[in-house]
């Protein structure tokens, strides 16, 4: 009963084993190298698209200012007392002498 047991490394299982590991890694690189290009394609498309509804807000806010500025030119005293509003007398302010704490117990 004689068996003949072949090497464990042969040269020829060898050289597939190291071809096979060659593609994998080198379609694993490439699909390392697909996914960031995606990130950085999508990531730039997001910040142009971020930095236009800037310059929107930006223009938008820019004309709000100025509507405001126009309004308020318009409005003076004989505006004021068009809607029934009257000269201040006197200067008054509320001022609380006693101090009010909460306790933590509910009523």
Same mark, same amino acid.
Do not use: C, H, Q
């Given at each position: !009963?004689?068996? %003949?047991?072949?090497?464990?490394?042969? #040269?020829?299982?060898?050289? $597939?084993?190291?071809?096979?590991?060659?593609?994998?890694?080198?379609?694993?690189?490439?699909?390392?190298?697909?996914? !960031?290009?995606? %990130?950085?394609?999508?990531?730039?498309? #997001?910040?142009?698209?971020? $930095?236009?509804?800037?310059h929107k807000t930006i223009s938008e806010l820019n004309n709000l200012e100025l509507s405001y500025l126009k309004a308020s030119e318009s409005i003076d005293a004989n505006y004021a007392y068009g809607h029934n509003f009257i000269d201040a007398k006197e200067m008054s302010f509320a001022k609380s002498n006693t101090s009010v704490a909460f306790n933590g117990k509910a009523q």
């Open positions: !009963m004689n068996k %003949s047991y072949s090497p464990i490394l042969n #040269s020829r299982s060898l050289e $597939e084993r190291i071809a096979r590991s060659f593609l994998t890694l080198l379609l694993l690189a490439l699909g390392v190298y697909s996914f !960031m290009i995606g %990130s950085i394609t999508v990531s730039t498309i #997001s910040s142009k698209s971020m $930095e236009s509804d800037t």
